[in-house]
T-cell receptor, first 114, second 113 residues
């Protein structure tokens, strides 16, 4: 069965600084990978996803993520963080073939200092 | 309305009450999900419905009873809940079940007294 690890529970960055959120997955085959964002009291919004093809994926709100098979990673990046990016970020992994459920990481809470 | 909607957004209930959570999706999807999100825990998948049939039940206590009358609506009936059931309950839908992209509603914040 697949699993997801988000090593950082909480990250604080200054507005305008760059951001990288880490995600490592465990899965025997090529996975489907997702990043979701959750603002306080809200549901999860899809930021981006990787199914196949180009390993650098562009998403909404200026986010991107890179799939690195050799490192079993799918880290989320943004070159310049805005105060409105403060939220919780979840990485998720699923299996290609679509027969298994999505597995979510525990999330990384992002605080943005002015 | 567009996307996935959930009502009510907040619910406070006693342990002896019976209440229901409602989810509606306006995306033409075939699969719907209930998740439980508790503080400091990963998202827990509770139920999956595909084409109105339950395809997954993740060992959820019987005090939670799902209902999917059609592919656009999903309910979660609650009865004799415990305080530890207090959480954010999220509904999601996807084009097919499994690992298609899931689209989430805003959630119902449930407090059990």
């Amino acid at each position: 069965a697949q699993s997801v690890t988000q090593p950082d529970i909480h990250i604080t960055v200054s507005e305008g600084a760059s951001l990288e959120l880490r995600c490592n997955y465990s899965y025997g085959a090529t996975p489907y990978l997702f990043w979701y964002v959750q603002s306080p009291g809200q549901g999860l919004q899809l930021l981006l996803k990787y199914f196949s093809g180009d390993t650098l994926v562009q998403g909404i709100k200026g986010f991107e993520a890179e799939f690195k098979r050799s490192q079993s990673s799918f880290n989320l990046r943004k070159p310049s963080v805005h105060w409105s990016d403060a939220a919780e970020y979840f990485c998720a992994v699923g299996s290609q073939g679509g027969s298994e459920k999505l597995v979510f990481g525990k999330g990384t809470k992002l605080t943005v200092n002015p | 309305e567009t996307g996935v909607t959930q009502t009510p957004r907040h619910l406070v209930m006693g342990m002896t009450n019976k209440k229901s959570l409602k989810c509606e999706q306006h995306l033409g999807h075939n699969a719907m999900y209930w998740y439980k999100q508790s503080a400091k825990k990963p998202l827990e998948l509770m139920f999956v419905y595909s084409l109105e049939e339950r395809v997954e039940n993740n060992s959820v206590p019987s005090r939670f009873s799902p209902e999917c009358p059609n592919s656009s609506h999903l309910f979660l009936h609650l009865h004799t809940l415990q305080p530890e059931d207090s959480a954010l309950y999220l509904c999601a839908s996807s084009p097919g079940h499994g690992t298609d992209t899931q689209y989430f509603g805003p959630g119902t914040r449930l407090t059990v007294l």
